[in-house]
Antibody
């Protein structure tokens, strides 16, 4: 059974940093594109960043230059380092698994989400 | 970026009803579209992928259709557990984008 478990959420001040982790199990992490999707309180879903099995990363324009996605396939872990946080970065961050091996498409498994608050 | 526009934004329906939600893309996304269901406080759940393929384990009362720029999600014989918010997502062009969501309630 595929499981994704996020951790590392919490509170930060504007300009601060947080690092999210996502522990994966039940599948071979290195074979799949992994993605972070966020949801501001009461709002819709927003694609944030993804990373291929080989480590190629893509970012939404709103986070490019501030967030860094990475993965440790040997430890079955996905990470999102968030720097220079802004108020509009607040929300729930989900890690999600790609549907097909080595392909960018839809997401068939999601974590439960990690809550990030940004406030002075 | 490709804009995904869902309609309606909210809909009220009763158990046993049929509900149709539409999703329109600002550019051609071919058949690379998915539908998700999200309940309050929970992660989204994949219902439909490739516009019309039912995800494993999803009840057959859910169906999807469309290609190019216009897509629909239909729920037949609405059940109490179907009350949720539904999102479409295009996976044809980066950045992948979601519709704003359609809330389905009683």
């Amino acid at each position: 059974e595929v499981q994704l478990l996020e951790s590392g959420g919490g509170s930060a001040q504007p300009g601060g940093s947080l690092r999210l982790s996502c522990a994966a199990s039940g599948f071979t992490l290195s074979s799949y594109v992994m993605t972070w999707v966020r949801q501001a309180p009461g709002k819709g879903l927003e694609w944030v960043s993804d990373i291929s099995g080989s480590g190629r990363a893509d970012y939404a324009a709103s986070v490019k230059g501030r967030f860094i996605i990475s993965r440790d396939n040997s430890q079955n872990m996905l990470f999102l380092e968030m720097n220079n946080l802004r108020a509009d970065d607040a929300g729930t961050y989900f890690c999600a698994k790609g549907f097909y091996e080595n392909s960018h498409d839809w997401f068939d498994s999601w974590g439960q989400g990690a809550l990030v608050t940004v406030s002075s | 970026d490709i804009q995904m526009t869902q309609s309606p934004s909210s809909v009220s329906a009763s158990v046993g009803d049929r509900v149709t939600i539409t999703c329109r893309a600002s550019q051609n996304v071919r058949g690379r579209l998915a539908w998700y269901q999200q309940k309050p406080g929970k992660a989204p759940k994949l219902l439909i992928h490739a516009a019309s393929t039912l995800q494993s384990g999803v009840p057959s009362r859910f169906s999807g259709s469309g290609s190019g720029t216009d897509f629909t999600l239909t729920i037949n014989n609405l059940q109490p557990e179907d009350y949720a918010t539904y999102y479409c997502q295009q996976a044809n062009n980066f950045p992948f984008t979601f519709g704003q969501g359609t809330r389905l309630d009683i």
